[in-house]
């Protein structure tokens, strides 16, 4: 199956972290551009940039590839916002799902568009829509789907089935990088959706099953820092020598560009 919406035209002004697009926008803008691209029957890839997507990028072409034909790219960590000032930029203000979910849920609430939830563990995007709906009670959520499925294959198939009968205006992925982008790729083409987005570990933190960091570190942009005590084993290679190696990149790319790789 094709899908049925023609795309949206990309949000115009974009800059690049190490080979990767990153569209200027905060809150506003992306709500505005959702809103066209639902309100004109169109179709937009909506994803987000941190530094462990650039750091992917650098390991997988397809997927630098990819984001880059996105038709937006926000920006989602500290990391990236600190790698564009040192590359002499003005970096976009940060959109991370564990807030943004509340924002997003309630401009759908608004305007009545209907949301399908797709990922996370069985339950969990299941709770994310019980705990959401609590806040927004109008709120249209047409459909959720863990994400522990066989992502090929007659499986497959059917929740993409299962989604197009749905028919949501917003389609939220949560596999984590890289699978939902790998997913999407696949699939993108086969989802009758207006806005495809991923969102990472956006229903952990919707239905309570993670914790949001503390105020006092989210304004010292610590984030990172809470997530890695709360998950040192599985996060310390990715934010410890994650980190380090996004720096060293970009620095090699600010001082060094003779020595940039492809």
């Known amino acids: 199956m094709i899908c049925d919406y023609r795309p949206a035209p990309n949000y115009q002004t974009s800059l690049s972290i190490l080979g990767v697009q990153l569209s200027p926008v905060s809150v506003d803008d992306v709500h505005r551009y959702?809103?066209?691209?639902?309100?004109?029957?169109?179709?937009?890839?909506v994803m987000h940039l941190n530094v462990h997507c650039v750091n992917l990028c650098q390991k997988h072409a397809w997927m630098r590839d990819f984001i880059n034909q996105a038709n937006m790219v926000f920006c989602d960590g500290d990391g990236v916002r600190w790698g564009a000032r040192i590359l002499g930029?003005?970096?976009?203000?940060?959109?991370?799902?564990?807030?943004?979910?509340?924002?997003?849920?309630?401009?759908?609430?608004?305007?009545?568009?209907?949301?399908?939830?797709?990922?996370?563990?069985?339950g969990v995007a299941e709770a994310a829509a019980?705990?959401?709906g609590r806040r927004f009670p109008r709120l249209r959520i047409v459909g959720t789907q863990h994400g522990y499925i066989d992502k090929s294959g007659a499986e497959n198939d059917g929740v993409i089935s299962d989604i197009n009968r749905a028919k949501p205006d917003i389609l939220i992925l949560g596999f984590g990088m890289p699978i939902q982008e790998q997913w999407l790729c696949d699939n993108w083409h086969k989802v009758n959706a207006h806005v495809l987005l991923t969102g990472g570990a956006v229903f952990d933190y919707a239905s309570g099953t993670a914790k949001r960091a503390p105020?006092?570190?989210?304004?010292?942009?610590l984030e990172w820092l809470f997530?890695?005590?709360?998950?040192?084993?599985?996060?310390?290679?990715?934010?410890?020598?994650?980190?380090?190696?996004?720096?060293?990149?970009?620095?090699?790319d600010k001082f060094f560009p003779g020595l940039r790789t492809k």
């Open 215 to 221: 105020a006092w570190m989210i304004r010292w942009n």
């Open 130 to 132: 019980k705990n959401i």
């Open 89 to 122: 930029m003005n970096p976009p203000p940060k959109i991370t799902y564990d807030r943004w979910i509340w924002q997003l849920a309630e401009l759908a609430d608004e305007r009545g568009y209907r949301c399908y939830f797709f990922g996370g563990r069985p």
């Open 34 to 45: 959702i809103v066209e691209v639902i309100e004109n029957g169109e179709r937009a890839l």
């Open 227 to 252: 997530r890695l005590f709360q998950e040192p084993r599985r996060l310390f290679a990715r934010y410890i020598w994650g980190n380090s190696y996004f720096l060293a990149r970009i620095c090699q």
